[in-house]
């Protein structure tokens, strides 16, 4: 393979990743919108999502098959269960600490994390559960470079889930109330609007996001546990720093800078891939140091 | 008010205590828990005595639990001044510990120093590390404070993981114990009374820090920054004091823990130790100190309690984390009443 056949094979590896990335991190940079809460949680909400689509798979996989079609089917059962998982964290967690200090709500974020994560756990006894799949190898050779079919549906229905978000966010009046309660709850109020019930559609939407990558995730490294979450939840947020925590089309944007720094990262000579996550988490702390308003952000006067 | 408060306004009103006006708040709040001064120490006398003679009593499976609460409470108490009363929350605080426990591993393996000389270095190293964590990012919000050190707390982690003079994913062992006049600190109970000695230490130090000039200073930035920032108070300066402090605990719970254990590993440096010892700070109550000891002691005997209970055990400590948080945000310690 010549270097540039190498380049172009991490540009597909990096498309992927910077998928997944930028679903989790819609949630991350939706939630912190509405409620200016970091969601600690919401890795793991992704990881919920990926053992639910599991379920799902398992239980409808010999009528309707392991193929993209059960995926699919699987994926928004998924999305819908876990959408409304979210809502109920809010309400439960969340909702009566909205005007607690911000260290107490971020401790219960953290808390909602672990007991999610134990949950799955103390379930699956912390082992890998394998997620099988009929999805085959098969794939096109552009020149030197090989993109499976999978890569192509996967990218593909990110694509095709971040422009239903963002038109359900510009067209629709939930939307308009969404960018409004992100910008001033007490003049919502006043207006009319019911901030409560806007903020329970975000995070059914934003978890909702998560596990549609979390299935997605699932059926194309072909394992699940119970920790998956931790990582990409952290990398996640550093793609919604990236491109500007509270900015939807940031997110976006900062999930697939992300996954394509990661992947060129991997080439770079004596990082190699086992620095890779060390390689990401220093991204976050530059961008944070040196720009945390990030790509898309707007500047923000605030302190704890 | 109301006669009944939801969470969040205790939660709120609790943050809006007079603070700076009990500038012993260690002292006085042990004080109001025991009634009377007398009764305080002789409560004091009477817990140090029980330490002292608990080997006597203990079995040697008792010795080690209690010498790992020990090590708890340094630790518990460092990250207290890092988010008790700084309020700065820190999810990296294992990363202290590492650099504790890595140089003076590193040190007494790779160099053949003598292990008290390794002390000084670690401690040093710590600070630095407290100055590197702290420096670029307290000037961040607070949910950006807390991913960034959970950033470097994994970054520490992962290179101690990659690195060969770390001993990569294996670690390092064979670490030397300590000789003292002769004498060398072996057996269980000699590192129980180390321990021993370390938590007294750290008990007395965080009491005359809260105590201190910094330590009303540290009240001041958690409670209103801008405020504090008029009346004179160097705000990231006097976070950064709290850090490096935070670090130096962790650093002397990683160098004991090290020479005791005889091996480390990165895996004791996890994500999750980090957080383990997050929520023993906060069951007890954030910046109460007889709280956080409360809380060490909690988070390491509770599972060897719940041993039956196998991997539903963690799980059972976050529901409680998360119900406290909800319930009783100030802690299990009782705080002051209004």
Redesign the interface.
Known sequence: MTTFDILAQQLVNGLVLGSFYALVALGYTMIFGVIK??NFAHGDVYMIGGFVGFAVLSLVGGLVGTGWGGIALSMFVSMIAVGFLGVVIERI?YH?????????I???A???S??L???V??LT??EFTAFRTNLGFGGIALGGVFITYNQMVLVGMAAILMLALETFVTRTQYGRAMRAVSIDKDMCRLMGIDVTKIIAVTFLIGSALAAAAGTMAGAYYGSIWYFMG?LIG?KA?TAA?IGGIGSIPGAMAGGLILGLLEAFGTQIPFIGS??K??FS??I??LV??FK?TGLFGKSEV??? | MLPFK????R??AQ?NDPAPARPLAGITQLQQWFGRPATFRGAMAGIVLLLILGPFVFSQYITVIMTNALLYVVLCLGLNVV?GKA?L?D?GYAAFFAVGAYTTGILTLQFGWNFWASIPVALVAAAISGVIIGG??LR?????L???T???G??VR??A??LEITGAASGLSGIQQPRLFGWTIDSAVDFYYVFVVLAIGAVIASIRLSDSRIGRAWLYVRHD??AAEAMGINRVAVKLAAYVTGAIYGAIGGIFFAVNLGAISPESFS?EQS?LI?MAV?LGGMGKIPGVILGAFIIVLGPELLRDLG??R??V???G??LI??FR?SGIWPGRTQ
């Open positions: 809460l970091l967690a009566p600490m909205l005007a607690a200090p911000r260290l107490s971020l401790i219960t953290l808390a909602v672990l007991v994560q134990n949950s756990l103390a006894g912390g931790f952290l947020f720093v086992e620095w996550d060390v988490f220093s976050l702390i944070l140091v945390p605030e302190r704890m | 939801t969470a969040a306004r939660a709120e943050d988010v309020g929350l999810l670029p990012t961040l919000r607070s949910d950006y807390a991913i960034v959970l950033g470097f994994e970054i992962f290179s993981r990659n920054e801008d994500f957080v997050l906060i991997e539903l963690l799980l400590f976050a529901i984390l998360l948080m909800l945000p």
